[in-house]
Structures are given as C-alpha cells and as structure tokens.
C-alpha cells in the first residue's frame, strides 16, 4: 500500500491545479464587469503564469501517479 509520502508529488499536483483553478476562477469577469488587470500590461503575464499552473499540476500528477504505478 503506497503511504502520503510515496504520492507526495501526485498530491502536490492536486493542489496546484486547485490553486491554479481558484485563480483562474478570481479572475473571471464578475457583473457585466471585467477584473481590473485587464487591458493592462500585465494581462498577457496572467494568462501565461495559468497556462503554466495547468500545465506544472499535469506534469506533477503524472509523475506521482507513474511513480506509484512503478512501487507496485
């Protein structure tokens, strides 16, 4: 049976993509009003840091889940 500590980085991914989820969802327009960052310079930084949450979660539930897959 696999411990926390051997699915460390499956649960590390789990939490990044519900970060990166919470974010996503904060940014959303709210009340045929869109959030403050937009149309500014640092809109494009936005959308680039959760592509990058996405995709970093991905890669680290793969991992832990190939990690798992292999101490069995």
Known sequence: ???LADAFLLVS???VLLVTAG???ALLPRGDK???WADTELEP???VALC???ALSFTMILS???DLIGRT
């Open 1 to 3: 049976m696999a411990s």
């Open 13 to 15: 991914g789990v939490v």
């Open 23 to 25: 974010a996503f969802w």
């Open 34 to 36: 869109v959030h403050r």
């Open 45 to 47: 930084y936005i959308a």
């Open 52 to 54: 990058a949450g996405v």
């Open 64 to 66: 832990g889940m190939l």
